[in-house]
């Protein structure tokens, strides 16, 4: 009796812990939209209506009993929330101020949404404000498919933020986050979000889309023009413009009567394509984009994976510069500078956004900032390369990166890099967390790896993560097995706290009897690091040491800096000192630096030096 009852409480322990490590271990998974559109606009009312068949794969573990849309254009009215966020923030963003409270009826924005389908059987729906709330007429279970057909009706709004009509270059339409768009459901749940003028997030696709407009309007879009129609007016009345895109998350077009089109094919095969009014203000340095576009996406390639699409199109538009699928839409008068930042910028989305599709509510500084970080060494490559004119690469292109984090971080106004990007108290600090902070968390943690190995760590994670969600843990999970460190404190500490970092150095002891020295260094702020310590001899000769943080479990791998590198021993987080005990051989030190390379983001380099002066007398106290 008695092992017939261990017999059974074993096996139903063992189902029970079975059952738990499945779950743990559960695959990834991912929602699949595919959508197919037919828009009928009207130039003259800035109105249009549109026919929607989205084909749904739920591939959740979940069974689902509604569904959300966004419903952008919505936030383009008097008193929405975007409206309200926009005038009592802080800051506000310049575009936008009260701009939406004063809007007309004409230029205001909406989506209505006239009848909505289940695999042909009538939903029960509601919106409020941004966001459309569906009750399924039948609950979707895990690996059940569904198609919602929708009609709806919608106005453009004047052009205030990414999206509009009538920009201040005169672009007639810059068409984004215009469609009733199915908000994604992830291992976080529904990213229902209602709009304020952030970020998004979307379900991989493929879209077929039908824009019937004006024969003399141009029109640019995501994807491949399947109607072939020529980029020149046309005397037609109207003309339906056809693209399809494959595994895609989002879908962006524009149009305009007066666009000059210029078409390039890159030596790595991708049709570029450029759209813009010709004027004295855009001509030349326009006319400038395709080669070196050519020569960036050669850049980019090699650094952080191969660009998948066949096509990516620059469109003049928006009201700066803005991503989406095989497209940007960005101003256009501008210096030749200012031009190719902008769009190496938002063609760097293309892997730090449109590929590697992380949630950019949720890690707005994954898109923004490793976009940023591409947009640096992409721009110091053309400047080496002598594509930017009489413009010379610099030494150390993150610096002004470096400097607006430690500014702002010593402000007192920092937020961690874990808040939501709609819940950000300032614009400003939203916007150094995301672009700032963001690219310094990647050249540092080159800093912590080595260069060998953060190279690998790119081309690992874009290979293994593309057209997927990656979220923060998978980035760093990527990055420990390359690097074969401990790396979780590091991502802890930059991404959920504000803690800062700074270390000091000092010579406390020469022994030239021994041939030793001793250096002392202090940790000064909350946040460890390991360190990288310069020792520069009498003779002229240096030596570089590095301290490895205990927490690692090991140390960085061959870094460019030196290729004489002593490991010494480890440095417990929890210590606020530490005494670097060198062999000198009987050499005077002179100087030590800690992190020659500055790649550390060390709030105060002041306290980062020592060196000799003719009244040291080499016996100082540690203070």
Not at 177 to 191: A, V
Not at 343 to 369: C, F, I, K
Request: aromatic share 14%; proline share 4%.
């Amino acid at each position: 009796m008695y092992n017939t009852i261990t017999l059974k409480f074993s096996l139903l322990l063992f189902a029970i812990c079975a059952s738990c490590t499945l779950a743990l271990s559960q695959e990834y998974w991912q929602q699949e939209a595919n959508y197919k559109m037919e828009i009928d606009f009207d130039v003259e009312t800035n109105q249009f209506t549109g026919k929607q068949k989205i084909k749904y794969h739920n591939n959740s573990p979940d069974r689902l009993n509604k569904v959300f849309y966004h419903l952008y254009f919505n936030a383009f009215k008097p008193n929405s929330m975007m409206d309200w966020n926009s005038r009592t923030i802080q800051d506000p963003d310049g575009r936008v101020g009260d701009r939406i409270y004063y809007l007309t009826k004409e230029e205001q924005g909406y989506q209505k949404v006239l009848s909505l389908k289940q695999n042909g059987n009538d939903c029960i729906f509601n919106i409020e404000g941004t966001i459309l709330e569906v009750i399924l007429d039948k609950p979707l279970e895990p690996g059940d498919k569904a198609t919602f057909e929708m009609e709806f009706e919608a106005q453009v709004p004047l052009q205030i933020r990414r999206s509009g009509r009538d920009n201040a270059e005169g672009i007639r339409y810059s068409m984004s986050q215009w469609y009733p768009k199915l908000c994604e459901y992830d291992r976080l749940g529904w990213s229902a979000n209602p709009y304020v003028g952030r970020e998004f997030h979307g379900v991989w696709g493929d879209f077929e889309v039908e824009i019937t407009i004006d024969g003399e309007y141009i029109v640019a879009a995501t994807g491949v023009q399947k109607s072939n129609n020529k980029y020149a007016k046309s005397s037609e009345d109207k003309r339906t413009w056809k693209y399809h895109a494959e595994n895609v998350h989002d879908f962006v077009w524009a149009a305009d009567p007066d666009y000059t089109y210029i078409e390039h094919k890159t030596d790595e095969g991708v049709e570029l394509q450029f759209f813009y009014q010709s004027s004295k203000d855009t001509d030349e340095n326009w006319q400038k984009l395709p080669e070196i576009m050519d020569a960036a996406i050669g850049f980019m390639n090699k650094r952080y994976g191969q660009y998948p699409y066949p096509v990516y199109k620059f469109i003049q538009g928006g009201d700066g510069g803005m991503e989406y699928p095989m497209a940007t839409l960005i101003t256009g008068k501008r210096s030749l500078g200012s031009l190719v930042g902008v769009s190496v910028h938002e063609w760097m989305h293309s892997w730090y956004q449109m590929v590697l599709a992380t949630n950019e509510a949720l890690y707005p500084w994954m898109d923004e900032g490793f976009t940023s970080f591409g947009t640096t060494e992409t721009m110091n490559f053309l400047r080496t390369e002598g594509l930017l004119g009489e413009v010379t690469p610099n030494e150390n292109p993150f610096e002004s990166a470096y400097a607006g984090y430690i500014g702002h971080t010593m402000s007192n106004t920092d937020e961690p890099l874990s808040t939501h990007a709609d819940h950000y108290v300032t614009n400003r600090a939203y916007g150094i967390a995301s672009y700032t902070k963001g690219q310094v968390f990647l050249k540092q943690l080159e800093y912590v790896v080595g260069k060998k190995d953060f190279d690998e760590i790119l081309l690992t994670y874009y290979d293994q993560w593309k057209f997927k969600h990656p979220t923060d843990v998978d980035f760093i999970r990527v990055a420990e097995k390359v690097s074969g460190l401990e790396l979780d404190w590091y991502r802890e500490y930059w991404v959920n706290t504000t803690h800062k970092i700074d270390y000091a150095v000092f010579l406390a002891n020469q022994d030239a009897e021994k041939k030793r020295a001793i250096i002392f260094l202090a940790k000064q702020e909350k946040m460890p690091m390991p360190l990288d310590i310069e020792v520069i001899y009498a003779d002229g000769t240096k030596e570089l040491f590095n301290i490895p943080l205990a927490i690692m479990r090991g140390n960085k791998s061959y870094d460019y800096q030196s290729s004489r590198t002593t490991i010494v021993k480890d440095w417990p987080w929890t210590n606020p000192a530490y005494s670097l005990d060198i062999f000198t051989n009987g050499k005077e030190v002179i100087s030590v630096e800690v992190d020659p390379s500055m790649r550390m983001a060390d709030i105060n380099r002041g306290n980062n030096f020592w060196r000799k002066t003719d009244d040291d007398t080499g016996e100082e106290s540690f203070k």
